[in-house]
């Protein structure tokens, strides 16, 4: 009977030591991610929270990554009405020449912008790069000029661009931090989704002759949280990619660099994204939806005007844990008139260590117009009122 009890008790024991282990493992799997690359990220992509990394910050040779920003000051250009997808680009010899991933653009010929950006994104196409940095800008060496223009103002400290294309230079680099930048920057733009997500199509040149493409990054087929990407490779660089990927409450951007094997940077990927939904999740901690107060108005219609926060703050946390923010608030001396959205404080939210996260302005929910001479006088009558 005793001998029959401990047997029991080990049993019992045995199940709960592995409960714990597999729980503990839920929250801590980061140290079995095993990854490849040299270098690499998982942020939370609205804060740019790094949860995950290692040497994030390590200059290095990405390859064809550097054809998001090709992408983006292409998009930005038709965006803003500077070209159309509709115009025409007479290929050069320069551009039908650039060895790599190719489009095989045929010289003299005429291409859409849209298609050559269709190619661009989906099939990594180094001579499409060319041909739309020569259409924007009159040539390579000026396209260059704007990449690094924008990098600056992207915050992407750490990326020198010599040519449009992503293949080896000397002293072009980036960072696995900068490509998360960059990435998040070209996932707003829904003419990039228009083709990052295809897996399969095709370039009709003006010849007849076809092109067949096919996206480079596979994850668009195979991790159906992927929600688009770029891959890169050059012997230098090594075979990377970035990933942005979302399971609809979480949104992620991984980055890999320098692994040595094309389906290492797939799995980092994967494990980078899959360890953030596991083990990360977002919390509202400013809603902007919500009234948070009101402030005095001197000299107005009405004696105070509702608030609430001109955008959401969203800050993520581990599965089990709370945001420790505090959310400090300055409102300022308001006189009429003013308006519905006008500016009438600041609220700053400061973390744990006293580092300040962000800085929201907090605006009118209606509109107060000044008060006139009868409203004094109303005003007066009612308080009169009150006291006798």
């Keep these: 009977m005793v001998k029959r009890l ?43 929270k790094i949860l995950e990394a290692s040497n994030e910050h390590e200059k290095m040779p990405v390859a064809s990554i550097c054809k998001l920003m090709t992408s983006l000051i292409t998009m930005e250009y038709i965006e803003s009405g500077s070209i159309s997808p509709d115009d025409m680009v007479t290929i050069s010899e320069h551009a039908a020449s650039i060895e790599g991933s190719q489009a095989f653009l045929d010289a003299g010929s ?76 070209v996932n707003n733009h829904d003419l990039y989704h228009k083709y990052s997500s295809i897996w399969m199509d095709e370039l009709v040149h003006p010849s007849g002759r076809s092109t067949e493409l096919v996206n480079t ?8 949280k992927c929600v688009c990407g770029k891959t890169g490779f050059t012997d230098e660089a090594g075979y990377c990619l970035s990933c ?43 809603d902007s939806t919500v009234t948070l107060g009101s402030v005095p108005v001197s000299r107005g219609r009405e004696d105070r005007v509702s608030y609430h926060a001109a955008r959401d703050y969203t800050s993520v946390v581990k599965v089990g844990e709370s945001a420790d923010i505090t ?13 519905s959205s006008d500016v009438v404080g600041r ?4 973390d744990q260590s006293g580092v300040i996260l962000d800085e929201i302005n907090l605006v009118a929910e209606t509109s107060v117009d000044r008060a006139r001479y009868s409203d004094v006088l109303d005003k007066m009558y009612d308080n009169w009122n009150v006291i006798g």
């Excluded at 990054?217 to 159906?224: E, M, T």
């Excluded at 959310?327 to 308006?339: G, K, Q, S, T, Y």
């Design 6 to 48: 401990c047997i029991a008790l080990s049993i019992i024991l045995i199940i709960a030591s592995l409960i714990l282990v597999n729980a503990a493992n839920v929250v801590f799997a980061a140290n079995t991610l095993d990854l490849a690359g040299d270098s690499y990220i998982l942020v939370e992509a609205n804060s740019l």
């Design 110 to 185: 005429k291409y859409k912008v849209e298609d050559l950006l269709k190619t661009l994104i989906i099939a990594s196409a180094n001579d499409s790069s060319v041909a739309l940095a020569e259409h924007i800008a009159g040539s390579e060496n000026n396209f260059v000029r704007l990449m690094n223009d924008r990098a600056s103002e992207l915050g992407m400290l750490d990326t020198i661009y010599e040519n449009a294309t992503g293949l080896n230079t000397m002293g072009q680099h980036s960072t696995a931090y900068d490509t998360a930048l960059i990435l998040r920057e």
């Design 217 to 224: 990054n596979r994850l668009v087929k195979y991790y159906d």
């Design 244 to 286: 942005y990927a979302t399971d609809g409450k979480l949104d992620l951007i991984a980055v890999t660099l320098k692994c040595d094997k094309a389906n290492e940077r797939f799995e980092d990927c994967v494990k980078l994204c899959n360890f953030g939904f596991a083990n990360f999740r977002s919390e509202k901690v400013v």
């Design 327 to 339: 959310i400090n608030v300055e409102l300022c001396d308001i006189v009429a008139p003013i308006r």
């Design 347 to 350: 609220m700053t939210l400061i």
